[in-house]
């Protein structure tokens, strides 16, 4: 019985743990990787607004040709959503349509989103 004890408190003693340096070399490694995904993440995002907001210029743009086409004069935003050429709701970056020349107005729109 005393040697198996003895064998089993010596090979306890020949196992080696990760030490405290390895762990903290490992922690840093993982860091620097979570930083380039969330570098990476912005620049997807930042393309998605972008994208986002060319399709809602596009989307109105062909309301007020619509509305023109149909009625013969361009319309407000509201007017656009009465005449069902616009769903209901506030687009998030078209503030105003012109009902005189049917120009856009766009507000806090991202970079490389423009009217024309």
Do not use: W
Request: net charge positive.
């Amino acid at each position: 019985m005393r040697r198996l004890t003895d064998r089993l408190s010596e090979a306890r003693r020949d196992q080696r743990g990760f030490t405290l340096i390895e762990l903290l070399i490992v922690i840093v490694i993982l860091g620097i990787l979570a930083a380039i995904v969330a570098f990476s993440v912005r620049g997807i995002v930042d393309r998605g607004d972008v994208a986002a907001c060319k399709a809602e210029v596009k989307t109105v743009a062909t309301a007020e040709e619509a509305n023109y086409a149909k009625l013969g004069s361009y319309a407000t935003l509201t007017d656009l959503q009465a005449n069902g050429f616009l769903r209901a709701g506030t687009p998030k970056y078209v503030s105003a349509a012109s009902a005189t020349d049917g120009s856009l107005t766009l507000s806090g729109n991202p970079a490389g989103c423009t009217a024309g």
